[in-house]
């Protein structure tokens, strides 16, 4: 410790050994502007582009930072920093395909959003008329049915996940007392979560196979194929909103002689309203996005169908995949690409508007928990 | 407080009324309990129905004329690749960003990143697909065609490569974006609970933040590691769109970098919508041993989960 009592400034020749081995400020940058440097020549001698500028530069940086860190502070301080450079880098990685999908529909899909796409159906849209289309404002055909297919099948999943869901939140956190049945309920609940979407999608369509023969496909098979990806979505988050629900006010509720069907109702349910109803928003935006169980369940319709109970149906998720993959017409593709790539822009501004709204409501109505 | 003065209404009231609600109530949620077990039952019971025909046909009437076995066996291989793929580039990836959310972000801006890793678990699976197909597919045909140059004498690289890029390789990563958020935003949680006092008991004596994280978070997280890695898996193996739109299929081979090879979701979406008959009953069959697998590795990832929370006390 004798020597922290120099003090600084008196005798500059003869460094603190809390001080002595430091990295100088500037040697990050300099390792930065030289990997920037080397990576382009390196990539230069293979033929340049940004792609593999990018890729040498930063295992340049990868390499030479720690190994000259490790050199000047100590093996550790060198193996501390080349972690840290490890997880910027793979948290830029991560980064990376976010902003290129968000770029790569934000570009693709505005060209397409035309009053066609919004307010008409594929009905009646030829092949020859996506010939004669030369300009984006000239592609007719819309994704208009897809919009309401997109609807009416996310409003029957809804309907008939949420009321189950919410049932079974209440029974795990206020009856099952954490017995055998809570405890396996739970569990199943888990599992079900990882049920594939596609299989929920076969089991829809090969019950309503079984029960009104085969191939039966309306929008109603696709809603119970969503309502069992959507239930463990609604149970999960219903529960743990239940379960934050402070104990006092059951207890206070009891205490006043009322029953545990009305505390249930008139307290705890009212307490944990803003979490339940973002959770439920999340599950819709979570089945919203489905595509392989509608592709199973629905069929694919060109026109308007506003009927789940008969017809087929298709779905925004739907409409994308079949306009990539079956063209309308074979020989000119860009008009349905283009029709794809703007039903994706209204398919993702749908799903962040309701992680949104998801927030907003979980924000705005939130139970006032002063004190706990 | 309003909600005491609605309570008091039923005390006041006839109690037989009020029992009768109660008791309602109860048998309401319980059975909404147990359609759960009713549901995950049928699913398994309706497919096993439809699938019968397909395992009682002669062997020379299902798809590739050798019998179910023959048919599905390239299949789950197809799809354990994938899943293998997506894994081996989402994992330490995924455990890195989490890192990075919970220990290396500037407290002002790490809840917002974990926000931005949640927008990607957000996007439907359509658009990855479609993103894959048109974006990512030719952008890595360099890369592919520099492995099959260089590395074409591994099996698994062996040339020439595709030149849409419409690969296995291609689709495990595709696969692997599609789960990072899932690894990432179940280990950001464990590595949030470390006790602080670890922590700082690794800081005091001395250690570098690595350390800390190798000596404190890590142990302490093992086990949620492990089985956020196992949900991803049963989420990759279960993935249809990702694949459908990226890859083009074929019959199996060893080679990533080439077109060829198929997994079951995807074969059941591409052949569901025409399929009839025999057929029908032959792509529900591929869906129960899909849901089969994903049953077996998801129980083991909450069997994992519920094993820690006893031992943890994190409850």
Same mark, same amino acid.
């Given at each position: 410790?004798?020597?922290?009592?120099?003090k $600084?400034?008196?005798s $500059?020749?003869?460094?603190?050994?809390?001080t002595?081995?430091?990295?100088?400020?500037w040697?990050?940058?300099?390792?930065?502007?030289?990997a920037?440097v080397?990576?382009?020549?390196?990539?230069?001698?293979?033929?340049?582009?940004?792609?593999?500028?990018?890729?040498?530069a930063?295992?340049v940086f /990868?390499?030479?930072?720690?190994?000259?860190?490790g050199?000047?502070?100590?093996s550790?301080?060198?193996?501390?920093?080349?972690?840290?450079?490890?997880?910027?880098?793979?948290?830029?990685?991560?980064?990376?395909?976010?902003?290129?999908?968000?770029?790569?529909?934000?570009?693709?899909?505005?060209?397409?959003?035309t009053?066609?796409?919004?307010?008409?159906?594929?009905?009646?849209?030829?092949? +020859?008329?996506?010939?004669?289309?030369e300009?984006?404002?000239?592609?007719?055909?819309?994704?208009?049915?897809?919009?309401?297919?997109?609807?009416?099948?996310?409003?029957? +999943?809804?309907?008939?996940?949420?009321?189950?869901?919410?049932?079974?939140?209440?029974?795990l956190?206020e009856?099952?007392?954490?017995?055998?049945l809570?405890?396996?309920i739970?569990?199943?609940?888990?599992?079900?979560?990882?049920?594939?979407?596609?299989?929920?999608?076969?089991?829809?369509?090969?019950?309503?196979?079984?029960?009104?023969?085969?191939?039966? %496909? #309306?929008?109603?098979?696709a809603?119970?194929?969503? #309502?069992?990806?959507m239930?463990?979505?609604?149970? !999960?988050?219903?529960?743990?909103?239940?379960?934050?629900?402070?104990?006092?006010?059951?207890?206070?509720?009891?205490?006043?002689?009322? %029953?545990?069907? %009305?505390?249930? /109702?008139?307290?705890?349910?009212?307490?944990?309203?803003s979490?339940?109803?973002?959770g439920?928003?999340?599950?819709?935006?979570?089945?919203?996005g489905?595509?392989?169980?509608?592709?199973?369940?629905?069929?694919?319709?060109?026109?308007?169908?506003?009927?789940?109970?008969?017809?087929?149906?298709?779905?925004?998720p739907?409409?994308?995949?079949?306009?990539?993959?079956?063209?309308?017409?074979?020989?000119?593709?860009?008009?349905?690409?283009?029709?794809?790539?703007?039903?994706?822009?209204?398919?993702?501004?749908?799903?962040?508007?309701?992680?949104?709204?998801?927030? /907003?409501?979980? !924000?705005?109505?939130?139970? !006032?928990?002063?004190?706990? | 407080?309003s909600?005491?003065?609605?309570?008091?209404?039923?005390?006041?009231?006839?109690?037989?009324?009020?029992r009768?609600?109660?008791?309602?109530?109860?048998?309401?949620?319980?059975?909404?309990?147990?359609?759960?077990?009713?549901v995950l039952?049928?699913?398994?019971? *309706?497919?096993?129905?439809?699938?019968?025909?397909t395992?009682?046909a002669?062997?020379?009437e299902?798809?590739?004329?050798?019998?179910?076995?023959?048919?599905?066996?390239?299949?789950?291989?197809?799809t354990?690749?994938?899943?293998?793929?997506?894994?081996?580039?989402?994992?330490?990836?995924?455990i890195?960003?989490?890192?990075?959310i919970?220990?290396?972000?500037?407290?002002r801006?790490?809840?917002?990143? =974990?926000?931005?890793i949640?927008?990607?678990?957000?996007? &439907?699976s359509v658009?990855?697909?479609?993103?894959?197909a048109?974006?990512?597919?030719?952008?890595?045909?360099?890369?592919?065609?520099?492995?099959?140059e260089?590395?074409? *004498?591994?099996?698994?690289?062996a040339?020439?490569?595709?030149?849409?890029?419409?690969?296995?390789?291609?689709?495990?990563?595709?696969?692997?974006?599609?789960?990072?958020?899932?690894i990432?935003?179940?280990?950001?949680?464990?590595?949030?609970?470390? &006790?602080?006092?670890?922590?700082?008991a690794?800081?005091?004596?001395?250690?570098?933040?690595?350390?800390?994280?190798?000596?404190?978070v890590?142990?302490?997280?093992? &086990?949620?590691?492990?089985?956020?890695?196992?949900?991803?898996?049963?989420?990759?193996?279960?993935?249809?769109?990702?694949?459908?739109?990226?890859?083009?299929?074929?019959?199996?081979?060893?080679?990533?970098?080439k077109?060829?090879?198929q997994?079951?979701?995807?074969?059941?979406?591409?052949?569901?919508?025409?399929?009839? =008959?025999?057929?029908?009953?032959?792509?529900?069959a591929?869906g129960?041993?899909?849901?089969?697998?994903?049953?077996?590795?998801?129980?083991?990832?909450?069997?994992?989960?519920?094993?820690?929370?006893?031992?943890?006390?994190?409850?």
């Amino acid at each position: 410790m004798s020597t922290t009592t120099t003090k $600084p400034g008196t005798s $500059p020749v003869r460094e603190s050994r809390l001080t002595r081995g430091q990295r100088p400020k500037w040697l990050i940058p300099v390792i930065g502007v030289g990997a920037i440097v080397v990576g382009a020549a390196i990539s230069a001698l293979i033929g340049f582009n940004i792609a593999t500028w990018a890729i040498f530069a930063a295992l340049v940086f /990868l390499i030479v930072g720690p190994l000259l860190i490790g050199a000047i502070e100590g093996s550790r301080a060198g193996s501390d920093s080349l972690m840290t450079f490890l997880v910027y880098t793979a948290f830029i990685l991560a980064v990376i395909p976010l902003i290129s999908v968000i770029y790569t529909v934000l570009a693709n899909g505005i060209p397409g959003l035309t009053s066609n796409l919004l307010l008409t159906s594929m009905n009646g849209v030829t092949g +020859a008329q996506d010939n004669f289309a030369e300009a984006p404002g000239d592609v007719v055909g819309g994704a208009y049915h897809a919009i309401v297919g997109t609807v009416s099948i996310t409003f029957w +999943a809804t309907l008939m996940s949420v009321p189950i869901g919410l049932l079974t939140a209440i029974y795990l956190v206020e009856y099952s007392n954490n017995g055998w049945l809570g405890k396996a309920i739970t569990f199943f609940v888990d599992v079900m979560t990882g049920v594939p979407s596609i299989v929920a999608g076969l089991f829809a369509a090969a019950l309503f196979g079984m029960i009104f023969g085969p191939s039966t %496909r #309306t929008g109603f098979v696709a809603a119970v194929a969503l #309502t069992v990806l959507m239930i463990p979505t609604v149970v !999960k988050n219903t529960e743990e909103m239940l379960r934050i629900v402070p104990n006092e006010l059951r207890e206070a509720s009891y205490a006043l002689g009322v %029953r545990k069907w %009305r505390t249930i /109702l008139k307290v705890v349910i009212p307490t944990a309203i803003s979490g339940i109803a973002s959770g439920v928003t999340l599950a819709i935006a979570r089945v919203i996005g489905e595509t392989a169980p509608l592709l199973v369940t629905a069929g694919f319709a060109t026109a308007i169908n506003w009927n789940s109970f008969s017809g087929w149906m298709t779905t925004l998720p739907t409409y994308i995949y079949y306009q990539i993959m079956t063209p309308t017409s074979p020989t000119n593709p860009d008009p349905s690409l283009q029709r794809a790539w703007a039903a994706a822009l209204i398919l993702i501004a749908i799903v962040m508007l309701l992680n949104l709204l998801a927030r /907003l409501i979980a !924000k705005a109505f939130a139970p !006032k928990t002063a004190g706990r | 407080m309003s909600t005491t003065a609605s309570a008091q209404k039923p005390g006041t009231k006839n109690s037989a009324a009020g029992r009768a609600g109660d008791s309602i109530f109860s048998g309401l949620s319980l059975a909404a309990g147990i359609l759960i077990f009713a549901v995950l039952a049928a699913v398994a019971l *309706f497919l096993l129905l439809q699938a019968l025909p397909t395992f009682a046909a002669p062997a020379d009437e299902i798809t590739g004329g050798e019998g179910f076995f023959s048919y599905i066996w390239p299949l789950v291989l197809g799809t354990l690749i994938a899943a293998i793929i997506a894994l081996l580039i989402a994992t330490p990836i995924g455990i890195l960003v989490a890192l990075y959310i919970s220990h290396y972000a500037p407290a002002r801006i790490s809840k917002s990143v =974990g926000y931005v890793i949640d927008l990607l678990a957000a996007i &439907p699976s359509v658009i990855y697909g479609a993103w894959g197909a048109t974006v990512l597919a030719p952008a890595l045909v360099p890369f592919y065609n520099w492995l099959a140059e260089n590395l074409g *004498f591994i099996p698994i690289f062996a040339g020439p490569a595709s030149q849409t890029g419409k690969t296995m390789m291609t689709a495990g990563v595709v696969l692997a974006i599609m789960i990072l958020p899932i690894i990432t935003s179940m280990s950001r949680e464990i590595f949030t609970q470390t &006790p602080k006092l670890h922590e700082e008991a690794a800081l005091a004596l001395g250690a570098t933040r690595w350390e800390m994280i190798r000596m404190s978070v890590l142990p302490f997280a093992r &086990p949620g590691i492990i089985s956020s890695v196992m949900l991803a898996l049963g989420r990759a193996l279960g993935e249809t769109m990702a694949v459908a739109l990226v890859l083009s299929s074929g019959p199996m081979i060893a080679s990533l970098i080439k077109s060829g090879n198929q997994t079951i979701a995807a074969e059941i979406a591409l052949n569901f919508p025409e399929a009839y =008959g025999l057929r029908l009953s032959e792509l529900i069959a591929a869906g129960l041993v899909l849901f089969l697998i994903t049953l077996v590795v998801n129980m083991i990832a909450r069997a994992i989960i519920a094993r820690y929370k006893e031992f943890s006390g994190a409850n």
